[in-house]
């Protein structure tokens, strides 16, 4: 493991808000898991650039924006954790939405619907940073959020939509380079038809009560939490942790659970499933730290 002096580093980050030894865990919708050495929160996508440029070859980091599809171990991540929580700017420029890592998908749609742009309405109700959806190429009701990239600018520059690598759940920014803001190409349309088609997705779109993730694995040519309660495990606990009763593909952390029951519930259901189906399940959940 790379040695770091945690020092430094703060030194190199002068005049940028960073904390040292900070619960990351409680940053995620999960809620669980440990420390990070530092926790770091620019005030502008300058300082963003600034500190990943600083960081890298030096200290390990990771960018975190909702904690909506993240899992923190609960020994906590050794390194440096970035969150782009203060970095909601948005700006329009006609049918154009440019807009920071840190804006959260369901003021995206809001503010498209405000000015009668159409395109994003899908994305009502995940809870999702633009940071992270783009990444994760975030998505349901058979559209992405790609459908609508037109460019996405990172610590390295600017990158057109056909060089993003685009895929399902998949993007070049999963590998390293860090999504500093994006531009979307919109739809001019009615006020009344965008909110006829929000109110829809809302009522279609009900996630099961609890602290969870949202879906745990992809559905890549199937319907994991089909296979998953074809296989018996609706309700199926590990601690603190159980398969929600209402959809399979959603793990909640019931009081006092750990990361580490979550994980090792996944780990049961992807055993489980490949036994009974022949199906190797992928999660959508990204993990941070080490299991």
């Known amino acids: 493991m790379q040695t770091v002096n945690f020092n430094e580093v703060k030194e190199k980050l002068y005049g940028i808000d960073v904390k040292e030894n900070a619960n990351v865990g409680a940053l ?8 990070a050495n530092l926790l770091i929160t620019p005030k502008s996508t300058s300082e963003l650039v600034f500190t990943i440029n600083a960081l890298k070859g030096v200290c390990p980091y990771a960018v975190i924006g909702n904690g909506s599809n993240l899992l923190v171990s609960d020994k906590g991540y050794y390194g440096a954790v970035i969150t782009t929580k203060l970095l909601t700017k948005t ?3 006609g049918n154009l939405l440019i807009a920071e890592c840190g804006a959260k998908l369901s003021d995206l749609v809001k503010e498209c619907a405000l000015n009668s742009l159409s395109g994003l309405e899908f994305a009502t109700g995940i809870p999702a940073t633009v940071g992270g959806a783009i990444s994760m190429n975030a998505g349901c009701y058979g559209k992405t959020i790609s459908d609508n990239v037109l460019y996405v600018v990172t610590e390295n520059g600017t990158v057109k939509k056909a ?7 998949q993007s070049r920014f999963l590998g390293g380079e860090t999504v500093i803001k994006a531009c979307f190409l919109l739809i001019p349309s009615e006020y009344d038809q965008i909110l006829k088609q929000i109110e829809t997705y809302k009522t279609s779109r009900k996630n099961p009560k609890g ?9 890549d ?20 942790a159980r ?14 659970a750990t990361s580490l029951d979550i994980y090792e519930l996944i780990s049961k259901i992807k055993s489980k499933v490949s036994e009974k189906r022949q199906i190797t399940l992928f999660e959508e959940l990204v993990y941070l730290g080490e299991f």
Do not use: M, P, Q, W
């Not at 602290?211 to 559905?219: A, E, M």
């Not at 319907?223 to 296989?231: Q, S, T």
């Not at 398969?243 to 006092?256: K, P, R, W």
């Open 243 to 256: 398969v929600s009763s209402e959809h399979a593909n959603f793990i909640i952390a019931d009081n006092g």
């Open 28 to 35: 995620t919708r999960y809620g669980t898991g440990g420390n």
């Open 211 to 219: 602290r969870s993730c949202g879906s745990v694995f992809k559905n």
């Open 221 to 240: 040519g199937y319907y994991a939490g089909k296979v998953i309660d074809e296989c018996g495990l609706k309700g199926y606990k590990v601690g603190g």
């Open 163 to 169: 060089d993003c690598g685009f895929s399902y759940r």
């Open 91 to 93: 700006e329009l420029k």
